[in-house]
């Protein structure tokens, strides 16, 4: 079974602090994706990067960084600098590479950023 | 990247009528497309895949009766919520499996239906 754990449902922080987002998944498979997207106050759901279980490296796209440590079964998500508009609600999915298409959704975590 | 639309964004309908959502894939084809609900400050649901030119597949619980999938076209999916009752009340939101290779799902703003 594929699982993915957002253990922070919300945050709070003052724009310019530095924020992490938890992502821990458990799966069997060998080979799979992760996936984070970003859903603000209109409901869009935007996606934000993809890593496959191959690929370990760490990527940073402007403010967003991200950690994938297949050692401890973690996808974690760090925005520098928080602003007011990185306020939404960030999912963390997992996709198992022969389980058929669908995402699995962690529970999301809640981030505010306050001026 | 990959766009998604869907309408309509917002319905209300009264208790009893039909609602058909539509959900495209503007720049890309998608044989797969899927059906997620989402309640409150709550995640995403799967609701059912839909195939083009095949059945759509439906998650355990969802009433495949009440919940008519069409994906006629590699760019349209429909949902089609039958004689719609309060409960019924949630966020939907489609998403489409850019062919990519790559696994991405991209998804559409989403519907807010209302059923009074």
């Known amino acids: 079974a594929q699982k993915v754990t957002q253990a922070q449902t919300e945050i709070s922080v003052v724009e310019k602090e530095d924020v992490t987002l938890d992502c821990v998944y458990e799966?069997?498979?060998?080979?799979?994706?992760l996936f984070w997207y970003k859903q603000p106050p209109s409901g869009e759901l935007v996606f934000l990067i993809r890593?496959?279980?191959?690929?370990?490296q760490n990527e940073i796209s402007g403010r967003y960084s991200w950690n994938f440590q297949k050692s401890t079964s973690s996808f974690n998500f760090t925005i520098t600098a928080s602003q007011v508009v990185d306020s939404a609600v960030y999912f963390c999915?997992?996709?198992?590479?022969?389980?058929?298409?669908?995402?699995?959704f962690g529970k999301g975590t809640s981030l505010l950023v306050t001026p | 990247g990959a766009v998604v639309s869907q309408h309509p964004s917002r319905v209300i309908c009264k208790s009893g009528t039909s609602v058909k959502i539509e959900c495209r894939s503007l720049d890309f084809q998608a044989t797969t497309m899927f059906w997620y609900r989402q309640f409150p400050k709550k995640s995403l649901m799967l609701m059912a895949t839909?195939?083009?030119?095949?059945?759509?597949?439906?998650e355990q619980g969802v009433e495949k009766d009440k919940f008519l999938i069409n994906h006629a076209s590699l760019t349209l999916s429909t949902l089609t919520v039958t004689s719609a009752h309060p409960e019924d009340s949630s966020f939907y939101i489609c998403?489409?499996?850019?062919?990519?290779?790559?696994?991405?799902?991209?998804f559409g703003p989403g519907t807010r239906l209302l059923v009074l």
């Open positions: 890593r496959n279980s191959f690929d370990e």
């Open positions: 999915a997992l996709k198992v590479a022969y389980s058929g298409y669908a995402l699995n």
């Open positions: 799966t069997r498979d060998t080979t799979y994706y």
């Open positions: 839909s195939n083009e030119g095949s059945k759509a597949t439906y």
């Open positions: 998403s489409a499996r850019d062919q990519d290779g790559q696994e991405t799902q991209y």
